[in-house]
C-alpha cells in the first residue's frame, strides 16, 4: 500500500481518544500513519495521551498548531504536513468517534482502485446516522439538496466529513484560500473535486445532541453561493498544471 496518513483534528478527546489511536493502530496497515491535530481549544488531556502514544508508535505524529483558526484550518494544515511528509494518499476524519476506524478500510479499497476522492456517505444504502436530534438529519439532509441544486453537483451527501483523497488532489489545491472556517468546508472541497474520479461510500455517523449555532447557517448560505466565482483562486494550481501540459 502506498503511504497513507489520516489526518483528525482533535480537541477535549480524553475520554475516547486512546481508544481511537488503538482502534487506527490495530488496523492491518504497514503504511498507515495517523497525524492527529490539535490546538489551544483543548483543555483536557488530549494531547498528552497522543504525545505519550507518539513515542509508543512511530506511526503517530503529534500536531500543534499555534496559528489555529478553528477547525477547518487543524483540516488544512495537517494536509501540509501530510504532503510535506511524503503521503501519496491523505484520508480525513474525525476524532471524537463519530467517524468508525473500522470503516478506513472501505476507503483505501477504493483509493487502491484508482479513485481520487472518496467520500463518506451517510445517505446511501448501508450508511446510517445515530445519536443525532431530527433537526440535525433535516439540516445535513436539505443542505445536501441545496448544495446539489445551487452548484449542480449531484451527491447524495455533501457535508460529511469522513473522506479520502489521492496526493495529487489536494496538492493541486491553494489551501490557504478555501473560504469556510465552519460546516460548509466540507461542501467547498466537494465542490472542487467535483471533476475528478470520485465515489461515495457508505458510512455510519454517530453524531451527538449538540446544537448548531445560527451563525453557521449564515455562513454557509454566504459560501454556497460564492463558491463558482471563487474557484480558480482554490484549483488554479491544477488548472495551471493541466494548462501547461496541453
Not at 54 to 63: F, L, T, Y
Not at 80 to 99: F, K, P, V
Not at 105 to 122: A, H, M, N, Q, T
Not at 177 to 192: N, V
Amino acid at each position: 500500500m502506498k503511504k497513507t496518513i489520516i489526518v483528525m483534528p482533535v480537541a477535549n478527546e480524553e475520554a475516547t481518544m486512546g481508544r481511537i489511536l488503538d482502534e487506527i493502530l490495530s488496523l492491518p496497515y504497514d503504511d498507515l500513519y495517523l497525524y492527529p491535530v490539535i490546538d489551544n481549544y483543548s483543555r483536557d488531556r488530549t494531547e498528552e495521551i497522543i504525545r505519550n502514544k507518539q513515542k509508543q508508535n512511530d506511526k503517530v505524529k503529534c500536531i500543534f498548531y499555534r496559528e489555529s483558526r478553528g477547525v477547518i484550518s487543524c483540516y488544512l494544515e495537517g494536509f501540509r504536513q501530510a504532503l510535506n511528509d511524503g503521503a501519496q494518499r491523505i484520508i480525513e476524519m474525525d476524532g471524537g468517534g463519530s467517524h468508525l476506524p473500522s470503516e478506513i478500510p472501505r476507503f483505501i479499497e477504493k483509493l487502491e482502485e484508482g479513485y481520487d476522492c472518496v467520500w463518506g456517505s451517510r445517505f446511501i444504502e448501508g450508511g446510517g446516522i445515530s445519536g443525532q436530534p431530527l433537526y440535525r438529519r433535516i439540516l445535513s439532509g436539505g443542505g445536501t439538496y441545496l448544495s446539489n441544486f445551487v452548484l449542480g453537483t449531484k451527491l447524495r451527501d455533501m457535508t460529511s466529513g469522513f473522506e479520502a483523497f489521492q496526493r495529487e488532489v489536494l496538492e493541486g489545491m491553494d489551501l490557504d484560500r478555501f473560504l469556510s472556517t465552519g460546516h460548509m468546508y466540507q461542501t467547498e472541497m466537494r465542490y472542487y473535486c467535483r471533476n475528478f474520479r470520485t465515489i461515495e461510500i457508505p458510512i455510519h455517523y454517530a453524531g451527538s445532541s449538540s446544537s448548531l449555532k445560527g451563525s453557521s447557517v449564515t455562513e454557509a448560505l454566504r459560501i454556497l453561493f460564492q463558491l463558482k466565482s471563487h474557484e480558480v483562486q482554490v484549483m488554479g494550481r491544477t488548472i495551471q498544471r493541466a494548462e501547461n501540459e496541453t
